[in-house]
């Protein structure tokens, strides 16, 4: 028996290393000898030997190369469906492919009403990277903060990869709380290329309009000490076992932080299976069906997993229960994360062991 490791290849000089971290997971529970397949052009992959593959993934670009030859054997778990291609996807061969591997199992609730509405056997699985912690969590001692993708509100803002918005009143905020803030923002910009822009101005902006919002509820000593990074990596003639590497790299810093900050997925879910302290920074511009992926439902069921701050009039606020206790985060600040996620990661480890391990 053969495995594969389904992947999202890059297809340009930039790539979401989230589709790496999701393949990471996968890659958990495989033999040493599997090779690699590109989920965008599942359906060219052929092999003479059939190959158990985990398809957890985000689905898809190109749903003309949906479903996959009989050579694959699925296991239909920790899908999302991007309503953008929904329709194409599901016709009537993508449609007969789910029913006869399912029941599927949906990352998010979004793609679980999808699927339902097609009249396709499914459930609410959540997502595989939960599951991270089975290889990469840190039994150390941990230490710092992690800044991953941030939320900031855009200058610009693509929708369905057609129209872009411009938001000038969002640049004059920016460069007045940058005026306002000069001295640390200026040391934010000195420390931490994250904010750098294509032009000065839109780098005051970056980094302005960051400490206004975030220095809300973070110290300045954690804001200006912390690590930034970002999902959306430069990418030039790096193969998928090097993306691979560069996943697993960003998981095991994730690993070892004592506190990570995000408004990325990739990044919260993994850090919530790492067991990593975890607060999700979540702006109504993210739930929108306006935004570039039409997915407002794509949060559905997991941000119940999370401890959440919202923005709110170039604000953090929140309700969560252990976040409310706390003033302002500093470097001594400590708390859990929920705990509603584990019995999902446990089943995902148990049906993902059972898959593999499983004679055919």
Not at 13 to 27: E, F, H, P, R, T
Request: glycine share 6%; net charge positive; proline share 5%.
């Amino acid at each position: 028996m053969k495995y594969g490791l389904l992947v999202t290849s890059p297809v340009s000089n930039y790539k979401n290393i989230g589709d790496y971290v999701q393949s990471l997971a996968a890659k958990q529970f495989l033999k040493d000898d599997y090779c690699f397949i590109d989920k965008e052009t599942v359906s060219e992959f052929d092999s003479e030997e059939p190959v158990k593959v985990i398809m957890n993934a985000w689905y898809m670009w190109h749903p003309e190369n949906w479903p996959p030859k009989d050579c694959i054997i699925p296991l239909l778990t920790s899908m999302h469906i991007t309503p953008l291609t929904a329709s194409k996807m599901l016709s009537n061969e993508g449609k007969a492919y789910l029913i006869k591997h399912g029941p599927v199992g949906c990352r998010d609730i979004g793609t679980q009403k999808i699927l339902e509405e097609a009249g396709i056997p499914c459930y609410f699985s959540a997502c595989l990277t939960l599951t991270l912690g089975k290889n990469y969590r840190y039994e150390g001692q941990r230490q710092g903060v992690v800044f991953a993708n941030p939320f900031i509100p855009p200058l610009k803002y693509i929708i369905n990869g057609k129209r872009t918005k411009y938001f000038p009143m969002n640049l004059i905020k920016g460069i007045f709380y940058y005026i306002g803030n000069r001295r640390v923002v200026n040391e934010l910009i000195k420390r931490h290329t994250y904010f750098k822009g294509r032009y000065r101005i839109q780098t005051m902006y970056n980094a302005g309009m960051f400490y206004h919002i975030y220095s809300s509820r973070f110290s300045d000593a954690v804001l200006v000490s912390a690590d930034f990074v970002s999902h959306i990596v430069p990418v030039n003639n790096d193969d998928d076992k090097a993306l691979l590497d560069r996943a697993e790299k960003l998981v095991l810093q994730y690993s070892k932080a004592n506190l990570v900050v995000t408004s990325r997925i990739h990044c919260a879910l993994p850090c919530l299976g790492l067991e990593t302290p975890l607060v999700f920074v979540l702006a109504s511009e993210m739930q929108s069906k306006d935004n570039m992926f039409n997915a407002p439902n794509r949060f559905g069921g997991l941000d119940e997993f999370f401890r959440i701050m919202n923005i709110d009039k170039g604000k953090l606020v929140t309700n969560d229960e252990e976040l409310s206790k706390i003033g302002v985060i500093d470097g001594n600040t400590n708390f859990r994360n929920k705990r509603n996620w584990i019995g999902f990661r446990d089943k995902l480890i148990s049906q993902c062991e059972r898959f593999v391990n499983k004679t055919y």
